[in-house]
C-alpha cells in the first residue's frame, strides 16, 4: 500500500503564499503522476496541477501563473508553491498519486487525507 501524507496548509491574507508537501511512503515500485486537487464547500472537487513521471505538468486554468508544481522523485515527494492567493482558493486541498507497487501490478490511485487552505480577504 501506498500512504501520502500531506502538510503545509494555513491561514494566509489574500495575496499571501502558501507552500504544500505531500510525501508518498510505503511499498513503492513506481509512481506516475502526482497531483493537487482540491474541494471548496458546495462544490466537486477540482484537479488544480499535476506533474508526470517524464516531467510533464498541466494545470488548472484559474491558477496559472500563481502556483507551481515540483516534485522530488528521489524523496517520492510533490510540492505545490502558490503565491497570490485569492479567497476564492479557499479549499481542502488532496494530493493524489498513480503508482504501482510491484512490477508487474496494476496502476492504483492513491490519495492523502488533505489539508485545509483558507484565504482570508
Known amino acids: 500500500q501506498v500512504q501520502l501524507e500531506e502538510s503545509g496548509g494555513g491561514l494566509v491574507q489574500a495575496g499571501g503564499s502558501l507552500r504544500l508537501s505531500c510525501a508518498a511512503s510505503?511499498?513503492?515500485?513506481?509512481?506516475?503522476?502526482m497531483g493537487w486537487y482540491r474541494q471548496a464547500p458546495g462544490k466537486q472537487r477540482e484537479v488544480v496541477a499535476t506533474?508526470?513521471?517524464?516531467?510533464?505538468?498541466e494545470y488548472e486554468n484559474s491558477v496559472k501563473g500563481r502556483f507551481t508544481i515540483s516534485r522530488d522523485s528521489a524523496k517520492n515527494t510533490t510540492y505545490l508553491q502558490m503565491n497570490s492567493l485569492r479567497p476564492e482558493d479557499t479549499a481542502v486541498y488532496y494530493c493524489?498519486?498513480?503508482?504501482?507497487?510491484?512490477?508487474?501490478?496494476?496502476?492504483?490511485?492513491?490519495w492523502g487525507q488533505g489539508t485545509q487552505v483558507t484565504v482570508s480577504s
Open positions: 510505503g511499498t513503492i515500485f513506481r509512481l506516475n503522476a
Open positions: 493524489r498519486t498513480e503508482a504501482k507497487i510491484t512490477r508487474w501490478g496494476l496502476w492504483n490511485n492513491y
Open positions: 506533474t508526470y513521471e517524464d516531467n510533464t505538468i
